[in-house]
């Protein structure tokens, strides 16, 4: 029986984390282990409680502690503006921004026809029904640039053409960006979303 069962099992658990191949896992958990008592005593512990409290928002698909997430429960933020966004680290990516101040919803992913993930896979009945409940105003999509994301976008848009405005994040030259680094379709999209200055 191997001595460091415990340590090569924590170090491929930790291998699978985005990120992280086994190289990395093997640092991150000796370093752990050199740093008990501040790092991997504390990890553990906030860890147990999260495996126990977590949980996915009912509302709009937010991961929180509560069944209704911050974000939802604020009335300061039941501005009529509801931006979507294919999962929980697009939400969490936008209020880092700290530029919207409405509420979200999250899909869960995108339509895909040959992984056959349709409307129904997806939390797209679920935000059809938030937006007449919530009296939405402007629907924001912030879905990737992806041939499955703007499918995505045009599938809602033409669900709820005619029942509350439908806009999307603006698409083309990053700012910082050069024009020799960047892709065909990313020029092509900057160059369609061009405006006067």
Known sequence: MSSTRDIDALIEMMARLPGLGPRSARRAVLHMIR???????PLSEVM????????????CGNIGTADICDICDSEA?????LCVV????DLWAMERSQVFRGRYHVLGGT?????????????????????DAEGITELILALNATVDGMTTAHYIADQLEGRVR??????????GG?????????????????KSI
């Open 86 to 89: 294919e999962d929980v680290a």
């Open 178 to 194: 050069e024009l020799d680094y960047l892709d065909d379709g990313t020029i092509t999209a900057a160059m369609n979303a061009r």
């Open 48 to 59: 147990a409680t999260v495996a126990a409290t977590a949980r996915e928002c009912l509302n």
């Open 35 to 41: 740093k008990r008592a501040q790092i991997l005593n």
């Open 111 to 131: 339509l895909s026809a040959l992984d056959a993930v349709g409307p129904e896979e997806l939390r797209i009945p679920k935000l059809i029904a938030r937006v």
């Open 77 to 81: 933020r039941a501005n009529g503006q």
């Open 166 to 175: 439908v806009t999307s994040l603006a698409q083309g030259v990053p700012v």
